[in-house]
Structures are given as structure tokens and as C-alpha cells.
């Protein structure tokens, strides 16, 4: 699964329907396996889930007093069940079939290294088509100001009038044209250091090691807010979970793994999804 506006990032599909990925799951919620803080934390997925019948999100509904916590279709918990034929779906299982599927898919360096490949690999194409296109705009925005320039001279010698509706119509122009190749440029400046991903075995593994540490963090906001670094969105239906992130924003992550820069509490176009094959 995984960007944001980047047209850039492969893709690749994860599919893995309820039965196969519950012997995941249930190792994942092993609490012999698993810190008990990531087996009995609160909403892992919130702003995450979705269902897969009407594309709203799954909110929290409880049962017998609060005792029992579920995933629900939010529409058709407040519009009834004519609504959408939605689901309800124990918390903690649904949790746990996700972080399996994190554990086992995304978080081994290995896995982290063939998922990011084709990334990679794609990105020295993009790098090297933002190259052209920015010593283009370079070309253009040098031969806009040379005009800028050789119109003032019109204008110190006399052949030309600073009031004339043809001149003022033309520098107007030319100034608009510098200026919007000014933005061009730091734009794609901006897209050329976000396609240039250094990244190492070393700093998957360095990537590997952090997750593996967040996710088994007691502190809930900071394991929601990794959730969201890993993963766009998880679609679930009665028979199969669909889970989609950010290639390229996983990428940016491998590439300084230590970085002081946390994903925002609570806050990888293409995308990965889950699928029941080799892909992931």
C-alpha cells in the first residue's frame, strides 16, 4: 500500500482475505508474543478504517456497558441498517489481523528492501525527467529576464515609453511569465530532492528496528501515528481486507531513519495494496 501528489509511486498489490491472515493475526495478538500495552490499546485505526460497502469510515461502538469495543460502520450505526449492509467487527480483531500483517510484510528489512526496489528504481527515471524539465524551465526563466532587460534598455534610450500600452502590456507579461518560472523551479527542485532516496540496508534495518519499537510502544498516539506513516487507509467487507499506503512516504523514511522528524500524531499516486500473493 502507499502518496500523496506524487503521480510516482509504484504499485503494488496486498490482498489477503479473513481466513488467511488470521493465523497472522492471532500470533500478533499473542500477549505472550505481543506487550500487552499493543494487545489492549485503544483505537489503533482510528481515521484509518474504512468500510468496504459504502467507503465510511469504521468508528468505535461498545457493547454490554463498554465491556466490548467493535469497529462500525459509521453510516450505517447512525442512518440504520438499511443504509449500508456495513459490518461490526471486534476491535482487538481487526487490530491485530492489521499489526499481523505490519509484523510479517512491511516491518523485515527484507520485505522493506523488495517493497521499495521498483521505488527506487523508478525514481532514477523521475530524477532524471525533473532534471530535463528543470534545466528547461532554467533556459526559459534566462531568456524571460534577458527580455525583461532589453526592454528597460528600450526604455534608457528612448525608443520605447515606460506608458505605452504595448510596452506596459508586454513587461506585464514578461514579469508574470519570470515570476511563474521562478515557482516552476523551486517546485521542482523541491520534487528532485523528495526523488532522491538514499537508502541503505543498513537504514532499513535502522527503519525496521524504529517501527518494531514505536509499534511496540505503550504510548497509543505514538503507535496511531506510525500506523499512519505505514498505511493510507484499511477497507475491510465481511470477506477481505484491503490495506493501501505510501511507497513514497515510507521511502523518505528509510532514506533517514533517525531523523528527529516524527510522524504527526494523529494526523506509502499510486498505491500498495494487501494482497494473498508474492507481491507483498
Not at 36 to 63: D, E, H, M, R, S
Amino acid at each position: 500500500m502507499w502518496p500523496a501528489r506524487s503521480a510516482v509511486a509504484s504499485s503494488v498489490d496486498l490482498h489477503h482475505n479473513l481466513s488467511k491472515i488470521r493465523t497472522a493475526a492471532r500470533k500478533a495478538g499473542n500477549p505472550k508474543a505481543t506487550p500487552p500495552q499493543v494487545v489492549n490499546g485503544p483505537t489503533f485505526l482510528a481515521g484509518l478504517a474504512k468500510c468496504g460497502y459504502c467507503g465510511l469510515a469504521l468508528i468505535q461502538n461498545t457493547g454490554k456497558g463498554g465491556a466490548y469495543r467493535y469497529y462500525c460502520c459509521s453510516k450505517k450505526l447512525k442512518q440504520g441498517p438499511l443504509s449500508c449492509r456495513g459490518l461490526r467487527m471486534p476491535m482487538q480483531n481487526l487490530d491485530d489481523i492489521v499489526m499481523g500483517h505490519i509484523e510479517a510484510n512491511i516491518l523485515p528489512p527484507d520485505r522493506l528492501e523488495d517493497m521499495l526496489k521498483d521505488y527506487i528504481a523508478s525514481a532514477r527515471d523521475r530524477e532524471a525527467a525533473t532534471k530535463a524539465s528543470l534545466a528547461k524551465k532554467r533556459t526559459e526563466l534566462t531568456d524571460t529576464k534577458a527580455a525583461i532587460t532589453r526592454l528597460l534598455e528600450l526604455v534608457e534610450k528612448g525608443l520605447a515609453e515606460l506608458e505605452d500600452p504595448e510596452f506596459r502590456e508586454r513587461m506585464v507579461a514578461l514579469r508574470f511569465r519570470r515570476d511563474e518560472l521562478n515557482t516552476d523551479i523551486t517546485d521542482l527542485n523541491r520534487r528532485l530532492n523528495d526523488e532522491r532516496p538514499d537508502i541503505t540496508r543498513e537504514k532499513l534495518k535502522s527503519l525496521s528496528d524504529l517501527l518494531r519499537g514505536q509499534f511496540d510502544s505503550g504510548d497509543h498516539q505514538v503507535r496511531q501515528a506510525y500506523a499512519r506513516l505505514l498505511l493510507d487507509e484499511v477497507r475491510v467487507w465481511d470477506g477481505e481486507i484491503h490495506v493501501t499506503g505510501s511507497k513514497r512516504r515510507l521511502a523518505k523514511k528509510a532514506s533517514d531513519p533517525t531523523g528527529t522528524t516524527a510522524p504527526e500524531v494523529l494526523s506509502f499516486f499510486r498505491k500498495w495494496r494487501a494482497r494473498k500473493d508474492s507481491n507483498l
